[in-house]
């Protein structure tokens, strides 16, 4: 009998995540495989891909021949890095505040985070070279970091706010019955609980901040490259397709081993938590 | 009857709005004007749709984009599209204005015989300038020196921009010390490198399109990048009554010249209407359009009287012929020497 019951239900875990899978076949899938399998030919004569059955090495070869490529790799990553802590630094105190205010007023607040949407991504990039123009500060790297923390910080706060949003305030009342003052439950309850919401920003904002070209592009002065700009230049201005998917391969590798060492470590400091309570 | 000749009315006007041409060209570079008088002419409608660079739309056309009658690419552009077997041949008997021609943009290495392209407007890739600050500081205008030579960068340092383009900056380099933009030798291209990196510490940023406001505002002074954006810049910066000018000169040495052609291409459903395009364009009064438009230089005899004379004047933009002798346009390299070049650039960028 419970086989019998077992059938509808399988069935309808199928229809209903039929739809997801076709899309993350079609859409992720095969065109990470066209990247995979553009990495091993070898550049046309006018770009593009040489006729078929040439296929080569050369690309991972050209990569690994020389430490300039790695330079960037690491560069890319610190700024990535700062991008994100900065993001945490800059959105967490506003989450906070949006997620403690009046219920009436948050969708207000939340609305007014995501309005910057509302305009093109880069009209609002040319807006930031007219404000740092004239202060000098336009061209420099501390610009490329402005750029990306500023198109990223929604992607920081929402998270933020959602996980911030849905705390308990019993919990804060125990922990002011057990003693503790403002800022010791900030960190032994608030902060631990919303680590699921920093980690979530931290990847919506990491992980787009590494293949982001426009920003450094429009900002950035005579030495910010980073991988986007590379692999960008690779498929247009060089027109060497198999060296362009080369480097997106390494960089999407690299980018799922620290997604899986983020995931890890996340799963490792939950329990931390719920091991001390 | 009353409603037959409604149905009639409706059907012909459908047939009418079929005769279309399909245009795929760049952005801001044909005047509406030009575009009414022609669909005037040819009572028919003109479709455009726009790229930013020739990759941009070689990287369309190979993935496989079709219905286009008429583009517009850069001579490299139309030596790719010519080797592709992408292109229609021009029927010359449809294109009776074509000896409006200046001579010396006919047969042009990427198509000799012009079975296949027929050049519309050029650029030069210059030096521009604020006239003011030049003056006051005392440094030459008409050398690719004020872009690489620190003995002159000390004194705009932080003022400068150059084309975010390997082949432009490193053809300007080349110029600089005397080789071919061809050049087959990577030794010469090394060097062109280390006059790069050397003068790159001076530079504000690499900048392919900011640089025409920052001109024209007076962020910087000198800006290596293409005739028409700094015509530009100097009439936007006259436009605002800056305090100063803008000025532009081919440096001495030599520059890249790119020219923008008319090519049909072979997915076109109306060749017929593409030449009718074409031989309209290559009337004088017509042909002028784009430089009055855009400050474009122009590769038609007929349509040097309808020019203004400050645009048809100004030599940067119309290279005399010994300075067009000096100029070269870039070819596209084999794959090996390209990703040797893109190293190199990678290295100017990271450095």
New interface residues.
């Given amino acids: 009998m419970s086989d019998v019951r077992a059938q509808p239900a399988d069935l309808t875990k199928w229809v209903v995540t039929l739809p997801p899978t076709a899309f993350l076949l079609f859409f992720f899938l095969a065109p990470a495989l066209i990247v995979v399998v553009a990495s091993f030919r070898e550049p046309g004569e006018f770009g593009g891909l040489a006729p078929w059955p040439a296929l080569s090495l050369d690309a991972f070869g050209f990569l690994s021949s020389d430490v300039i490529y790695l330079e960037i790799f690491v560069r890319s990553f610190f700024v990535a890095l700062l991008t994100t802590l900065t993001c945490i630094v800059l959105a967490y105190p506003l989450a906070w505040l949006i997620a403690r205010s009046p219920a009436k007023r948050r969708d207000l607040l939340v609305l007014l985070v995501i309005l910057p949407f509302a305009s093109n991504f880069l009209v609002r990039i040319y807006a930031w070279i007219m404000l740092l123009g004239p202060v000098g500060l336009l061209y420099t790297p501390f610009a490329v970091i402005i750029g990306m923390v500023y198109v990223h910080l929604p992607f920081m706060i929402l998270p933020l706010y959602t996980n911030l949003e849905k705390h308990d305030p019993a919990l804060l009342e125990a922990a002011q019955d057990l003693g503790a003052n403002a800022w010791t439950s900030f960190w032994r309850v608030t902060f631990p609980l919303s680590l699921p919401g920093v980690f979530s920003g931290s990847a919506l904002v990491f992980i787009p901040v590494l293949g982001m070209f426009a920003v450094p592009e429009l900002l950035g002065g005579t030495g910010d490259i980073l991988i986007g700009n590379l692999i960008k230049a690779q498929f247009l201005e060089d027109r060497d397709w198999p060296l362009g998917s080369a480097l997106s391969i390494m960089l999407t590798l690299a980018v799922l081993a620290l997604a899986g060492a983020m995931a890890w470590a996340a799963r490792r400091g939950l329990h931390g938590t719920e091991a001390v309570t | 009857m009353k409603h037959l000749t409604w149905l009639l009315l409706i059907v012909l006007s459908a047939a009418r709005a079929e005769d279309v041409l399909h245009l795929y060209n760049w952005n801001n570079y044909i005047s509406d004007d030009t575009l009414k008088r022609f669909e005037a002419h040819c009572h028919c409608r003109v479709k455009q749709d726009y790229y930013s ?1 020739n ?2 739309m ?2 369309k056309l ?1 993935a496989g984009a079709v219905g286009y009658d008429v583009i517009v690419p850069t001579g490299n552009a139309v030596e ?1 599209l010519v ?2 077997g992408a292109l229609r041949e021009l029927d010359k008997s449809q294109l009776s204005h074509i000896a409006n021609l200046k001579p010396e943009f006919r047969n042009l290495w990427f198509d000799p015989g012009n079975r296949y392209s027929v050049p519309y407007a050029t650029t030069v890739t210059l030096v521009g300038y604020n006239v003011d600050k030049m003056q006051a500081l005392g440094l030459p205008t008409d050398t690719w020196a004020l872009i690489f030579e620190p003995k002159y960068l000390e004194k705009i340092r932080g003022r400068v921009t150059v084309l ?4 432009e900056l490193m053809a300007a380099a080349m110029k600089y010390l005397g080789y071919s933009v061809q050049e087959k030798d990577a030794a010469k291209w090394e060097e062109a490198k280390r006059v790069i990196l050397r003068a ?2 001076y ?4 900048s392919n399109s ?1 640089y025409i ?2 001109l024209a ?1 007076g ?1 910087i002074w000198v800006a290596h990048g293409y005739s028409n954006d700094m015509y530009r810049a100097r009439e936007d910066a006259k436009a605002a009554h800056r305090p100063f000018s803008i000025g532009f000169t081919t440096p001495r040495e030599g520059a890249v010249l790119a020219v923008d052609n008319f090519v049909l291409h072979k997915s076109g459903q109306r060749p017929d209407l593409a030449h009718r395009f074409i031989d309209f364009m290559l009337e004088g009064g017509n042909a002028a359009d784009v430089s009055n438009l855009i400050g474009a230089g122009n590769a038609n005899t007929a349509a040097t009287p309808y020019i203004r004379s400050e645009i048809a004047a100004e030599e940067g933009l119309f290279p005399p012929p010994q300075t067009l002798a000096r100029l070269e346009m870039l070819r ?1 390299f ?2 090996k020497m ?2 040797t ?3 190199m ?3 100017i ?3």
């Fill in positions: 660079d990759e941009e070689l990287a190979e790719s080797r592709r975010n383009s390997q082949r790159k510490p530079w504000a940023t690499f900011t406001k920052d505002i962020n596209d084999e794959p390209r990703r070049l893109a190293r650039w990678t290295e960028k990271v450095r």
